[in-house]
């Protein structure tokens, strides 16, 4: 069944079933780059003759410099003319680690372009679509654009502020405790939720936890999806007094994998000099006070594209004060750990009246063994 839809321009466009099945392929390509594109977006291609057969394929890795479009097309041989190409996003048209895909288009003999989306980056927004047309090709946009702006969402948040995407992640008791009074928190969550929390490592550049955490788990915070990534998943631990235990697990790996300490101005130079000699960063000089926002623009600054959040409690409460969480995961287990002393998810000041409590939108909901994986992102407020 056709669908229509207005675009911004008020023209109506109108896409076939095939356009749909050949986005939802271009956008499954392009999410096969997660873990191996940032700071760069996943980019997936299709190619498809006009009688219907897909001659080519292909999806972005930046190891690979061949964009997603040049891939596809090189499979398609020499049998692009007069083809359609779905691209997840607005193909670029400017030099920059590769010549302009566009060309490589325009150059093959593609008579039409499908992308849902222009590209948020500065240098081709817009005009790519521009360089197409005005070579003669017919561009369609607009399909599938919801989802191919979720594919690339750390993406395009990273290119509108130069800050990374964060996502908070929690495990909590169905009471909403992440620890028992005691402090015992593994686990509260069953394998599948743990092995699921390892994928979602898979997707981002950076890992994030408070001292607290780091003291009370001794984690070691790496990806152990299996799946292949671009480069080690960087470590941070936001650490005022500077406590970090010299020899933890994240300490003794930080030769393996990078580990960033953001520490107070007046910590002892003797630890500094301990943890510095082990391979940790500590960043002092730039970060002034507690400024979480300043965490974000330094992490932004090293073109970290995105950072998990594993709490804990007073780290995950000042990110949600501060408006700085872009999306929520919680996964919840069926066990009640009770007791006022035992530590509940959520920090900070939290919210006065329920008017003023986070709302979640967009929210997805899955089953993992026992446990049930809450997801959404914060509604947008004012
Ligand atoms: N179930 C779960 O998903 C989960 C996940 C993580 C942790 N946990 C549990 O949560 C508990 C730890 O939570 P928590 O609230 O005590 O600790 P936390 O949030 O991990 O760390 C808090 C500490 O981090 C430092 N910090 C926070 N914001 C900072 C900033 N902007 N700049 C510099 N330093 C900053 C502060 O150190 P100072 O106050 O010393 O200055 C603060 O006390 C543990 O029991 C852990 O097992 C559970």
Redesign the pocket.
Known sequence: MPQTIAKASDAIEEWSDTDHRMMARALALAAKGTGQVSPGPLVGCVIMTSEGEVIGEGFYVYEEVKHAETLALEQAGGRGRGATAYVSLEPHAHFGKTPPCTDALIGAGIKRVVAPIEDPNPKVSGRGFEHLRSAGLEVSSGLMACEAKKVNEKYFHFMKTGRPFVHLK???SLDGK??TRT?D?RW?TGKESRARAHELRHEYDVIL?????AL??NPLLTDRSGKPRRRPLVRVV????L?TDPDSQLVRTANEGSVLV?AGETVETGTVEALQSRGVEIVNDSYKG?D?QT?LEELGKRSFQSVLV??????AG?LIDAGLVDKVTFFLAPVIIGGRDA?SAI?GQGAERLIDALELVDVEIVQRGRDIEVTGYPAKTG
Request: net charge negative.
């Open positions: 929690l495990a909590t992440i620890a402090g928190s509260i936890i408070g001292a607290g955490t009370a788990d936001l650490d005022e007094r406590q953001f507690r979480l965490v594993e709490g804990g409690a007073t780290v000042n530590p920090g």
